[in-house]
């Protein structure tokens, strides 16, 4: 994780991020690209101003979510009521299921089956056994799948069908990114969620036709900025959202707390992951995520 402060006087906002190999950032990289822009921040350089200069990615999601929260301790005024959102309130977040072998993810949902939503990854053959394994140990939860870009046009439909067949309510990105043509062209038995193929709204326009819903993640957008306006515009091309999370701790899950309110599936489980979160971390109760409060973020 890359931690930013932006200090004005005895006022500290702070942001975080979670550079992910998988889009080519290092934290070397992502340090590096903060502080070239480290002089224009302390020059006064705005949320906008950052989206011209930063590309979206972990690096300007840091930097953004920081100016908002220095911003709302300048304002004396949370960071939703700036952004023209509605005031947060807790919500259920998905409980990861790693991928492994059927026996094994069996178990891990055993141990996890009294949660109302568990995210299932999958990716690999043999998933047609594992998320029939799962729903075994799991009767009563709802269940999303996670294919982590693993699957192929040749295996799409089965395991589509075994997904539809255990009451899956979602799949999300089943195909490599520029590989997912096919999505448009055969029936989709339940909702497909793009997640590498959206990153910002830029973005957003390919996926028509292919998926029903995106995942925003903060790392992604780079920041809560570009979030806000890639929410509004899937909502307006009739896209469900999902809001979702690198492994992050508490500070880097706060600010999409404020965009998880109205989403029809919501991750934002990081914290759960990890050994230790931070002091004055987001508060679980179970599954239920309750909102930040100002000692740690907005």
């Known amino acids: 994780m890359v931690v930013v402060e932006i200090v ?13 190999p998988r889009y080519g950032e290092t934290v070397e990289g992502t340090i ?45 005024r949370p960071v939703f009521r700036l952004a023209g959102l509605p005031e947060p309130k807790p919500v259920v977040t998905a409980f990861t299921i790693s991928f492994g072998r059927p026996e094994v993810m069996a178990a ?29 140990n799991a009767p009563r939860a709802r269940l999303i799948v996670d294919a982590n870009e693993g699957w192929t046009a040749e295996t799409l439909e089965t395991n ?27 029936p989709r038995p339940i909702p497909i969620c793009a997640d590498e193929s959206v990153h910002d709204c830029a973005t957003l326009a390919p996926l028509i036709g292919r998926y029903d819903a995106i995942n925003i993640k903060l790392d992604k957008t780079g920041g809560l900025t570009e979030a806000i306006d890639l929410a509004r515009e899937a909502r307006n091309l009739g896209l469900d959202l999902m809001i979702g999370c690198m492994v992050g701790s508490s500070l880097g899950m706060a600010p999409a707390t404020l965009l998880a309110q109205d989403a029809r599936w919501v991750d934002l489980d990081g914290p759960l992951l990890l ?23 907005g």
């Open 275 to 297: 050994a230790q979160d931070r002091i004055a971390g987001l508060r679980y109760v179970g599954s239920l995520l309750h909102p930040p409060e100002p000692a740690l973020w």
């Open 160 to 186: 589509l069908a075994a997904c539809a067949e255990a009451e899956v309510e979602m799949v999300e990105q089943p195909l490599p990114v520029h590989r997912d043509a096919v999505l448009g062209a055969i």
């Open 8 to 20: 004005q006087g005895p006022l500290r906002g702070r942001g975080e991020c979670v550079p992910y």
């Open 108 to 136: 891990a949902t055993a141990a996890a089956s009294s949660r109302p939503l568990l995210k299932i990854k999958l990716g690999g053959p043999g998933d047609v056994e594992r998320i029939r394994a799962v729903r075994a």
């Open 32 to 76: 590096a690209a903060i502080k070239a822009i480290a002089q224009d921040i302390e020059n006064g350089l705005t949320r906008e101003q950052l989206r011209q200069q930063m590309r979206a990615g972990a690096a300007r999601n840091a930097v953004d979510c920081a100016l908002w929260d220095l911003e709302a301790k300048i304002s004396r």
